[in-house]
């Protein structure tokens, strides 16, 4: 379960030392990295991965949304090795989409954790923390 925000600097060679605590197993070699909603990349171990390509595949590939959100979702993702000090290397491919340079946030969101940048990021909470109870009755 992964949950709480970090600041972290991504270093001059693209790596982003992962905290601890999102790391769901000190023994974990990779975790997998696909486009996010808002704007955020997220961030899965392999156990939340398997769980998550077990929802695409449950998904029908006769709709046509589900289709598409299945393509974006795969075609985006990259396998990342984690390296003995507990750092990813994202990619000046990764890091030029999403517009990440120097700091990012990463925020825990239960099965996953996100990438974001940190303006990106601010606007978005400052906004969703103003509207906390409305979007608290509205989800279901």
Known sequence: ?????????????????????????????ALYVLKGFEGCLSVYSEQSYAELLGKLSSLSFTDPSSRAYIRVATASLVQMKIDGHGRISLGRELLDRYSI???VVLVGVLDHFEIWEPKHYDEYFAES???????????R
């Not at 925000?5 to 790391?23: A, E, H």
């Not at 103003?130 to 509205?138: D, G």
């Open 1 to 29: 379960m992964y949950f709480g925000t970090y600041r972290r600097t991504i270093d001059d060679k693209g790596r982003l030392q992962i905290p601890p605590k999102l790391l769901s197993d000190k023994d974990e070699k």
């Open 101 to 103: 340079a120097g700091e």
């Open 129 to 139: 923390e103003a509207n906390f109870e409305k979007l608290a009755s509205e989800s």
